[in-house]
């Protein structure tokens, strides 16, 4: 079992019309859930271990998304 830890505390959106919605995937390997929304803190479990992608999207109230996806070894 693996546990990781995952939040935005120190993210700034730039552009975009606040307020922003923050969502989560944590991948098909996630223990449930593998979604979330919010900055976090956010705990993950993974029953196996490898490769993960964790990929977040900001969404600002106008409908305009930006995704970051990071792996995670």
Do not use: C
């Amino acid at each position: 079992m693996r546990t990781s830890y995952f939040d935005v505390e120190n993210l700034t959106a730039v552009g975009g019309v606040a307020p922003y919605t923050y969502e989560w995937n944590f991948g098909p390997d996630a223990d449930t859930p593998i979604s979330r929304t919010g900055t976090g803190e956010h705990k993950v479990m993974y029953s196996s271990v490898g490769n993960k992608t964790i990929t977040l999207t900001i969404t600002d109230s106008t409908g305009n998304q930006r995704s970051l996806s990071q792996s995670l070894y």
